[in-house]
């Protein structure tokens, strides 16, 4: 059974850092496709960044040269280190690993809450 447990959400002023984990348990962690989602009240979902198998990276926009995605397979964690924090970027953020027969991220974590005062 496969399980995402994400923290490290908190209050926090603008400019300032966050790291955001997700510990995975139930999948071959080393090699698959792993992301970070947020979605802020009233909003769509957004993608927010994303790491293949192989440990290229990928990010939003809004979010580039701001945040860092990265893992460590040696404790089957995900992370993302986010700086220079707006209250744009207050959301739920979600950790989503991708089902590795069906290429779909199929399984979700039950989020942390970021929350950016101005």
């Known amino acids: 059974q496969v399980q995402l447990v ?3 959400g908190g209050l926090v002023q603008a400019g300032g850092s966050l790291r955001l984990s997700c510990a995975a348990s139930g999948i071959i962690f080393s090699n698959n496709a792993m992301r970070w989602y947020r979605q802020a009240l009233g909003k769509e979902r957004e ?3 994303g790491i293949s198998g192989s440990g290229g990276t990928y990010y939003a926009d809004s979010v580039k040269s701001r ?3 990265s893992k460590d397979n040696a404790k089957n964690t995900l ?3 986010m700086n220079s924090l707006s209250p744009a970027d207050t959301a739920m ?3 989503a690993a991708r089902n590795a027969a069906t290429l779909q991220y ?3 974590g039950q989020g942390t809450q970021v929350t950016v005062s101005s």
């Open 93 to 95: 953020y979600y950790c």
């Open 6 to 8: 994400e923290s490290g």
């Open 47 to 49: 993608l927010v960044a």
């Open 106 to 108: 199929a399984y979700w």
């Open 67 to 69: 945040f860092t995605i």
């Open 79 to 81: 992370y993302l280190q």
